[in-house]
């Protein structure tokens, strides 16, 4: 997958939340403990989650498009550290 997480984005929701992604998904990727994974892959899915509920999303704006789409992307990766399975 390719990696969307420094893919610079025009909104300040983004931007806000772009530092907390890279700072979990460098978590997981640096912890051998699986609960350790499992808690920052929820912190993940949770930070995807305010992302995907924006009050601001404008489906016709490139931008919000692309903060969904690497939302959605984060959600998965936390979906394969929890075990959880949600709908996006």
């Known amino acids: 997958m390719k990696d969307l997480t420094n893919t ?3 909104c300040p929701l983004f931007k806000k ?4 992604l890279i700072s979990k ?3 997981i990727n640096n912890s051998v403990r699986p609960i ?3 808690i920052f892959a929820e912190e993940i899915s949770e930070i ?3 992302m ?3 009050s601001i999303f ?3 704006k490139l931008d919000c498009n ?3 789409t690497i939302a959605n992307a984060h959600k998965k990766i936390a979906e394969t550290h929890t075990g959880i399975r949600k709908s996006a």
């Open 8 to 10: 610079t984005i025009s």
């Open 17 to 20: 939340h772009q530092e907390g």
């Open 25 to 27: 998904k460098n978590s």
């Open 36 to 38: 350790e994974k499992s």
């Open 48 to 50: 995807a989650d305010k």
């Open 52 to 54: 995907l509920d924006c």
């Open 58 to 60: 404008n489906h016709l």
């Open 66 to 68: 692309t903060c969904h």
